[in-house]
T-cell receptor, first 109, second 113 residues
């Protein structure tokens, strides 16, 4: 079967750095997405990785290792507004999106 | 105004009732999707449509049906609602391009008593 694993919940301090991991086992791979979802709201796009390496976009970076079936989202200089769930999703060989259950990130002052 | 609009945003209904959730988009995208989200689970695909004449079942289509009335409109129906269909439902669109990034509506929270 296909599986995406992420930690259920993480806590971090305002101003700090946090890394949210995502491991996947899917039938094929055609890219990996990270989305941010504030409570009660729609998911919004953060990043897309299809090649190995680090993609940096402001305070957020996303890393991919296809050989290890692993990605992480790195958030720097955390702000209270970063409190949200972060969803990892993989595009499989049929170009279908397989979603993880999401990681709830709690930011403390 | 939102590019992807869902109605209603909240609905409480009783077991056995027929419910329709509507989605309209102004992004000009051909591809539209219906997902449901439950606590502790990832988003699960119910139906998707790549154009007006193309409708496909997702992983959890049982108990649901859809209608693609126009490029901009994609409706989800529950013919006879049951309590385990209580969930947050999202409509999404995607356009041409390599990544297939999804653009989500604001969600419709459905409670079936």
């Amino acid at each position: 079967g296909q599986n995406i694993d992420q930690p259920t919940e993480m806590t971090a301090t305002e101003g700090a750095i946090v890394q949210i991991n995502c491991t996947y086992q899917t039938s094929g791979f055609n890219g990996l997405f990270w989305y941010q979802q504030h409570a009660g709201e729609a998911p919004t796009f953060l990043s897309y990785n299809v090649l190995d390496g680090l993609e940096e976009k402001g305070r957020f970076s996303s890393f991919l290792s296809r050989s290890k079936g692993y990605s992480y989202l790195l958030l720097k200089e955390l702000q209270m507004k970063d409190s949200a769930s972060y969803l990892c999703a993989v595009v499989d060989s049929n170009y279908q999106l397989i979603w993880g259950a999401g990681t709830k990130l709690i930011i403390k002052p | 105004d939102a590019d992807v609009t869902q109605t209603p945003r909240n609905r409480i209904t009783k077991t056995g009732k027929r419910i329709m959730l509507e989605c309209s988009q102004t992004k000009g995208h051909d591809r539209m999707y219906w997902y449901r989200q439950d606590p502790g689970l990832g988003l699960r695909l119910i139906y998707y449509s790549f154009d007006v004449k193309d409708i496909n079942k997702g992983e959890i289509s049982d108990g649901y049906s859809v209608s693609r009335q126009a490029q901009a409109k994609f409706s989800l129906s529950l013919e006879s609602a049951i309590p385990n269909q209580t969930a947050l439902y999202f409509c999404a669109t995607s356009g041409p391009g390599d990544t297939g990034e999804l653009f989500f509506g604001e969600g419709s929270r459905l409670t079936v008593l």
